[in-house]
């Protein structure tokens, strides 16, 4: 419980240190990144409000990098390179899973256009699938990485914005245990 407490203070501090000015041009700035990807025509489609909302933003991601840094070095120097973290889940039903699943196809038609990697698509029994990577011109960063998902139960959509490496990857399977990323063997020229 006190963990909880000293956690919602420094939030508090946090939000009494940024003004509005600042939060607006970094949300004009984010919106301008590579990585980001703007999903409100999706959201407009599903039903009410998500089941589940996650807004990681830099100034909090700061602030748990900072908190795990003695703990885990790798993840920190990971996370203190993300600029936001979006999850958003939406209760969803047969007869608007096509709808969505339309409006998928139109944001995945944008981020083709805007050279984002398609790296898995399924259609497999009425769930629409599609995970999407903004590689740096370079090939040695990802700059954002969007997740749509459009199934039977639920919409789900994910935009991670940032500055990713392979070895990040590798990094975070080890510091969460997945064993997909975990061994994960990035080779740089």
């Known amino acids: 419980m006190k963990a909880v ?5 420094a939030l508090a501090l ?11 041009a970094a949300e004009s700035a984010i ?3 590579p990585g980001y990807v703007d999903f409100s025509s999706l959201t407009a489609l ?10 990681l933003k830099a100034p ?12 885990d070095e790798e993840a920190a120097d990971f ?3 993300l600029l936001r973290v979006t999850v958003n889940v939406f209760d969803s039903d047969l007869s608007s899973v096509e709808a969505i699943a339309e409006s998928m196809e139109a944001i995945s038609d944008d981020l083709d256009r805007q050279g984002w990697e398609r790296v898995v698509r399924v259609r497999e029994d009425g769930d629409h699938v599609d995970i999407y990577v903004r590689m ?24 991670i914005v940032g500055d990713i490496s392979g070895n990040d990857l590798a990094a975070l399977g080890r510091r969460f245990d997945i064993d997909q990323l975990e061994h994960l063997d990035v080779q740089t020229d």
């Open 5 to 9: 407490n000293v956690l919602i203070g």
């Open 14 to 24: 946090v939000a009494t240190m940024v003004t509005t000015d600042s939060l607006l």
């Open 31 to 33: 919106e301008n990144h």
């Open 46 to 55: 599903t039903d009410g409000e998500p089941t589940v909302e996650i807004s």
């Open 60 to 71: 909090l991601l700061s602030m748990v990098t900072n908190l795990i840094r003695a703990e």
């Open 79 to 81: 996370i203190s390179r």
């Open 136 to 159: 740096s011109p370079d090939a040695e960063v990802i700059h954002g990485l969007a997740v749509m998902v459009a199934g039977r139960t639920e919409t789900v959509l994910v935009n």
